[in-house]
Every structure is written in structure tokens, then in C-alpha cells.
């Protein structure tokens, strides 16, 4: 029964509880994901009789270019427990299940391109179409005013550079640009803090309209982008700090992890 399942776990100095237990995990955890390149799950229990008990020393789970909801991508993520408490039954069903949720600490790493793909994503698009502030209808007589064309650009020290495009009924491809600071919130939310418009590039007469819709942008940006809208099935990811190295922004903190995904 467990011949398919250990498969390429078998390694050297690993008995068979924990190759059992890491064909077991990867098979489930990889159901987080839309889709991945690779997912490595190592769980070390020594002696393997503890398995009996239920007690698993630590867990820990690395993965490569990973997508979540079908939309949104990670370029590694990972994430490392110490003690979880298991039902050992489930091992011999081919699933692993927690006897109580556990936290393990958490690092996910997203491209500045994959950013840029996420603002086209529907869940995304919900929050840039048909925006009704008030600041922005009183500038289209009424009417609701939508975002297009978002690109973002990650700059050192947390820093960011958003540009982004609108239409009003008497003037269409009115820019959209600004610098702010990236930081988190609550453990939870993402917030640009201290936005500042950029007026470079923007002709002369549109600036003023510019800057309006600039910032109006920056408080629909700060309503956006909260984790509890993007969880993992059974997984919750909860903030401590973010960085940026180059193109790429780099989450840590922890994750929350009430049950591992079934295989089916």
C-alpha cells in the first residue's frame, strides 16, 4: 500500500515512518496549489515509534513557483514547525491530519512581474472597476470610474512606484502616479503608507485632475489587499515583516495552519 506513496522519499538515514510521512504530507500539501513546480515536505519524528502517539518533531514545507486561486503566484514559499500533534489512523488512509491547529514560522517570496499579473486578476479587478468614492463621481458627473493598465515597480527600502491610467467622460488616458511605502498592518493587511504623487511625464493641464485621482488611487490601494481574502485552504499567513531585495518582496511571519488539505 505504501510502495507508491514513498516513492522518491526513500532516502538514506530516513526510516519508513517518516518516508511514509513525507509521501503522505507532499501528496496533500500540494493541494494548496493551483499549481507548482515543486513542493519538498519534510517531517522528521525520531524514534518513528512516536508515530504511535501521534507526535511528529517538526514539519516543514518548501515550494517553487507555486500558484494559488489560479491567479495569483509565489515564487517560493515555505514554512517550518516545531512539535505537531497528529492522528495517527490517517496515515493509513493516505491522508495526515492535525489533532489541533499549529503555527509554523512562514517566508513567501513574490516577483515584482508576478505582482503585475495579480493586478489582473478578477478578484483584483473587483476593487479597480466601477469605484463610486465620492471624490472620484464628483469628477465624472456621477458616473463610477475604473483603473486600468496598473503596473508596479519595487524600490529600495520598502518603497514602491505605482503608475496606473483612467478614463472621465471629457478626458481619456488621464495617469496615475505615485511613491509610497510599503508596510504591514494587523499582521494581516498591506498598507501604503505616505503616498506621494509624482508628477514627472504628466502634461502640465492634467496634472491637478492627475494628482486628485492619484490619491483617491492610494486609498483604494489601502481598502485592497488583506491575506484573509487570499487563504490557503485551511492555511492562514499572518504577517511580521516585509523587504524588498531588487525585484523581488519578501514576506515573513508565520502561518496558521488548522488542517492539512485532503488528497481527494
Do not use: W
Request: with cysteine; net charge negative; glycine share 6%.
Amino acid at each position: 500500500m505504501f510502495g507508491g506513496l514513498i516513492g522518491s522519499t526513500n532516502r538514506p538515514g530516513v526510516d519508513f515512518g517518516e518516508q511514509m510521512l513525507n509521501a503522505v504530507a507532499s501528496q496533500s500539501i500540494r493541494h494548496l496549489f493551483t499549481q507548482s513546480e515543486s513542493v519538498e515536505v519534510e517531517i522528521r519524528c525520531h524514534p518513528s515509534s512516536k508515530l504511535l502517539q501521534g507526535i511528529v518533531d517538526s514539519f516543514k514545507m518548501n515550494g517553487r513557483a507555486l500558484v494559488i486561486r489560479r491567479e495569483f503566484e509565489a515564487e517560493e514559499m515555505s514554512f517550518e514547525t516545531d512539535t505537531v500533534s497528529i492522528d495517527p489512523a490517517s496515515l493509513l488512509r493516505g491522508q495526515l491530519r492535525l489533532r489541533q491547529p499549529t503555527q509554523a514560522v512562514a517566508q513567501v517570496v513574490l516577483t515584482e512581474d508576478a505582482i503585475n499579473r495579480a493586478f489582473k486578476a478578477q478578484l483584483v479587478q473587483k476593487r479597480l472597476q466601477n469605484v463610486d468614492l465620492e471624490v472620484l463621481t464628483n469628477l465624472s458627473g456621477g458616473e463610477p470610474i475604473s483603473f486600468r493598465e496598473v503596473q508596479l515597480q519595487l524600490l529600495p527600502d520598502n518603497g514602491v512606484r505605482i503608475k496606473a491610467f483612467t478614463d472621465l467622460p471629457n478626458r481619456a488616458d488621464v495617469p496615475i502616479s505615485l511613491e509610497a511605502t510599503i508596510a504591514v498592518e494587523k499582521r494581516r493587511r498591506l498598507a501604503f503608507k505616505d503616498p506621494q504623487f509624482i508628477s514627472n511625464g504628466i502634461p502640465d493641464d492634467l496634472q491637478g485632475l492627475s494628482k486628485i485621482l492619484t490619491d483617491a488611487f492610494a486609498q483604494i490601494l489601502n481598502d485592497m489587499i488583506d491575506l484573509d481574502r487570499f487563504d490557503l485552504d485551511g492555511v492562514k499567513l499572518r504577517l511580521n515583516r516585509l523587504e524588498t531585495h531588487g525585484e523581488k518582496l519578501v514576506f515573513s511571519g508565520y502561518a496558521e495552519i488548522q488542517r492539512i488539505p485532503g488528497s481527494g
